[in-house]
Structures are given as C-alpha cells and as structure tokens.
C-alpha cells in the first residue's frame, strides 16, 4: 500500500480536485477526506442574533393560531409557576 497526503479542493457540486504525484500508479484508490474546519452553522431565520439572546427567541412569531405572541407566552409562563399539581 501506498500513502500520499495530497491536499484538494471540493467543488460546490461535491467533487474533488486533486492533482495526483507521478508516483503513484494508475488504479482504484481509497480516499479519506479531513476537512480543516468545521462546516459553517446553519443560518437563524431572520439574521444572526446577538450570543445573549437565547436561540429559542422568536420561534413563535410567525405562527398564526397563536395572535398576541407576548399575550400568549406571558399566560404560559402564568399558568407554569402557579401549578398546584406539587411541582415548582
């Protein structure tokens, strides 16, 4: 076996680049891709939002059925800390 680190590049239509040393010959090879950084994070709708504002934030705000979302979260969080079913 033969092992040669070769440095490439994907493509945006998923292929690999690279260009191969004459030392290694013609034939079926076996390739392990280490990419040097992590994949970029997944957008949040509507733009970044700043690290102190919890990733939940605005997840009801495009719903319909709900109408006056800080309405709707203030009577939740009401009926959460007034439980009398023996929880906190």
């Given at each position: 076996m033969i092992a040669v680190k070769l440095?490439?590049?994907?493509?945006?239509?998923?292929?690999?680049?690279?260009?191969?040393?004459?030392?290694?010959?013609?034939?079926?090879?076996?390739?392990?891709?280490?990419?040097?950084?992590?994949?970029?994070?997944?957008?949040?709708?509507?733009?970044?939002?700043?690290?102190?504002?919890?990733?939940a934030a605005g997840i009801w705000a495009?719903?319909?059925?709900?109408?006056?979302?800080?309405?709707?979260?203030?009577?939740?969080?009401?009926?959460?800390?007034?439980?009398?079913?023996?929880?906190?």
């Amino acid at each position: 076996m033969i092992a040669v680190k070769l440095k490439g590049t994907v493509t945006k239509d998923h292929r690999l680049e690279l260009n191969m040393p004459a030392s290694v010959p013609p034939g079926e090879v076996e390739v392990i891709v280490l990419h040097p950084e992590p994949p970029p994070r997944p957008r949040l709708r509507g733009g970044a939002q700043p690290a102190t504002i919890h990733p939940a934030a605005g997840i009801w705000a495009d719903r319909e059925d709900i109408g006056d979302t800080v309405t709707f979260v203030s009577q939740l969080r009401h009926r959460l800390e007034t439980r009398h079913d023996g929880q906190p």
